[in-house]
């Protein structure tokens, strides 16, 4: 291998990388219309707050957004592997101990379980009035608060980490 081959590790953190921002764009693009009632809904902890965002919605609007969650399942994971590769092999966390190197590598691939979990929930909530059921709304919402914990905490490590790694 020549000095300017990419390496494969590098070549999968690009392809991760690139779909993430493709899909995450798209998405965006797809649920601009329904505003910030998306955030809204995924932090919805009891079924009267869900229920309340939901049905001020059109039917149009409702299936605009049921119909996002395929891509978001093909968003979290890309973002889970960006996250990983980034961590496990990117130069930008060299410094960091081994123990530091794994927690950074599990934030985003635990985001995306609590995604992927969020989104079968929200597939399931959306289809038909479901309010005796406080505690499915509480997990729905509680995994949606831990993912955005983790992405938060991972782009501020990798903010940390560029910022150290200019001076």
Same mark, same amino acid.
């Given at each position: 291998?020549?000095?300017?081959?990419?390496?494969?590790?590098?070549?999968?953190?690009?392809?991760?990388?690139?779909?993430? +921002? !493709?899909?995450? /764009?798209? %998405?965006?693009?797809? $649920?601009?219309?329904?505003?910030?009632?998306?955030? *809204?809904?995924? @932090?919805?902890?009891?079924?009267?707050?869900?229920?309340?965002?939901?049905?001020?919605?059109?039917?149009?609007?409702?299936?605009?957004?049921?119909?996002?969650?395929?891509?978001?399942?093909?968003?979290?994971?890309?973002?889970?592997?960006?996250?990983?590769? +980034? !961590?496990?092999? /990117?130069? %930008?966390?060299?410094? $960091?101990?081994?123990?530091?190197?794994?927690?950074? *590598?599990?934030? @985003?691939?635990?985001?995306?379980?609590?995604?992927?979990?969020?989104?079968?929930?929200?597939?399931?909530?959306?289809?038909?009035?479901?309010?005796?059921?406080?505690?499915?709304?509480?997990?729905?919402?509680?995994?949606?608060?831990?993912?955005?914990?983790?992405?938060?905490?991972?782009?501020?490590?990798?903010?940390? $980490?560029?910022?150290?790694?200019?001076?």
């Amino acid at each position: 291998m020549t000095p300017s081959a990419p390496r494969c590790a590098d070549v999968w953190l690009l392809c991760a990388g690139i779909a993430t +921002l !493709a899909l995450a /764009g798209g %998405l965006a693009w797809m $649920l601009a219309p329904l505003g910030t009632d998306v955030v *809204a809904l995924q @932090l919805a902890f009891s079924p009267r707050s869900f229920g309340h965002i939901v049905h001020s919605w059109t039917a149009d609007e409702l299936a605009r957004y049921r119909s996002h969650l395929p891509f978001d399942f093909l968003l979290l994971i890309a973002y889970g592997a960006f996250g990983y590769r +980034l !961590a496990a092999v /990117g130069q %930008l966390f060299d410094d $960091l101990g081994k123990g530091a190197r794994r927690l950074a *590598a599990a934030a @985003l691939p635990l985001a995306a379980a609590c995604d992927a979990i969020e989104n079968t929930l929200h597939l399931w909530l959306t289809a038909a009035p479901r309010f005796g059921m406080p505690t499915v709304y509480a997990v729905s919402a509680g995994s949606a608060l831990l993912k955005w914990l983790l992405i938060i905490s991972f782009a501020g490590a990798v903010a940390w $980490l560029a910022n150290r790694s200019q001076r």
